[in-house]
């Protein structure tokens, strides 16, 4: 996992993001800021010797706007900002996984319209490439088409609630059953359970504009048409899907929204979206938008796409004989100088020993220190060579460079 979370914050460094620390414990009343009563419900809370209230978080999107708001309050906008840690939930719907997952993330504050949401999206994606993972799908949608459909329905609340939940879970039984029991005019029947279908390319904008009759909707269209030609400029147009049926638990998700799947994951491996009235709770109103990646689901599809990275091979494995410790550790220390992975054997070993010892390290080199002072080494699938120890260093030391 290390080597996943390493090859994604490249990635992101190379788009100009930076990395920032949060704390995975946080004061209750600064989480609740940011998050819904639902989400605060998921919390794992407990109190410090005050009897003041803490909670784990389970989502680091709100510490980096808290962040933003706070330490990083005299930054100029706009702020590129990544992370990586440990989130927590307590959500009984999740008991089957973990209740700690791991996640890396970056944050786009201060940035509004198509491009900056295409900038968001598009980094993603080449963070799952950077990662390894091929035959992945992004579903690109926007929060404010479907609230345009419900502002449009005379329906109670709780009603409308229902609707959400079960178009949520993509529950079209239970979305044709809820319906049976609403009056809704046959248009506005049939609207509701097409929404979940309005999924394709840009033809799918179309076809969705001559189903709906409110503004909030059409513009949300308007801009998911733009963000999908700026990501067919970034070369992604084969791997993003317009989903109109997209929606998402989290009520902070003001615009454009997105998630990333594997091939054969029933759950996204990243989830982002716009998010413009967040940083206002924290004192600092910004537009933002970011996304976030779940690194075990993300390692479960390379290693189901046979893609799992490999553990970092050793450069170089040093044996000694029984008096050849102190010149062990002297070759060892000039090796890690140039930078290159280097072991040195805790016991002493004659040279059939040391083979299988560097053998089952896997290591690329098998140095082995004598009395005199003498290196033999054998490369990888080589033949042993005696050397003088400053030999060696050049040699090993010039093939690393």
Request: aromatic fraction near 6%; glycine fraction near 12%; proline fraction near 4%.
């Amino acid at each position: 996992m290390r080597s996943t979370q390493e090859a994604v914050l490249a990635e992101m460094r190379r788009w100009g993001y930076r990395y920032v620390v949060t704390p995975t414990l946080e004061s209750l009343d600064v989480l609740a800021l940011g998050l819904e009563s639902d989400q605060r419900r998921r919390l794992f809370k407990l109190s410090d010797a005050d009897g003041s209230l803490l909670a784990l978080v389970g989502e680091r999107t709100v510490p980096v706007a808290r962040l933003a708001a706070g330490k990083l309050h005299t930054a100029p906008l706009p702020l590129r900002l990544c992370y990586a840690g440990p989130v927590l939930t307590n959500d009984p719907d999740r008991f089957t996984r973990r209740r700690e997952a791991y996640q890396v993330g970056a944050e786009l504050l201060g940035a509004s319209g198509a491009v900056a949401d295409a900038e968001v999206i598009a980094m993603a994606a080449r963070c799952l490439d950077a990662a390894g993972l091929r035959d992945y799908q992004v579903d690109v949608g926007h929060s404010e088409f479907f609230q345009g459909l419900m502002d449009g329905l005379e329906l109670p609340a709780d009603i409308k609630s229902g609707i959400k939940e079960v178009l949520s879970r993509r529950d079209f039984v239970g979305l044709e059953e809820l319906l049976a029991r609403t009056p809704l005019k046959s248009a506005e029947h049939e609207l509701l359970l097409r929404f979940p279908a309005l999924r394709g390319q840009a033809d799918i904008l179309d076809a969705a504009g001559s189903l709906v009759r409110n503004r909030r909707s059409e513009q949300a269209l308007e801009e998911l048409s733009r963000v999908h030609s700026l990501l067919g400029a970034y070369g992604l147009g084969g791997t993003v899907n317009l989903d109109l049926g997209a929606i998402r638990d989290f009520d902070y998700y003001t615009g454009v929204i997105f998630e990333g799947y594997g091939q054969g994951l029933g759950s996204p491996l990243a989830q982002g979206g716009r998010y413009d009235r967040l940083l206002q709770r924290f004192g600092r109103p910004a537009a933002a938008t970011g996304f976030m990646i779940h690194l075990d689901l993300l390692g479960l599809g390379l290693r189901r796409s046979g893609r799992a990275p490999e553990l970092t091979r050793l450069d170089t494995a040093i044996a000694w004989s029984a008096a050849g410790l102190p010149g062990a550790l002297r070759l060892g220390a000039s090796l890690r100088l140039f930078g290159m992975r280097t072991v040195v054997d805790t016991q002493p070993r004659g040279m059939s020993g040391a083979r299988a010892w560097a053998h089952s390290l896997g290591a690329h080199n098998l140095l082995h220190v004598d009395a005199r002072g003498l290196v033999g080494w054998v490369p990888a699938g080589g033949r042993l060579r005696r050397l003088p120890p400053e030999q060696v260093v050049a040699r090993l030391a010039g093939s690393s460079s």
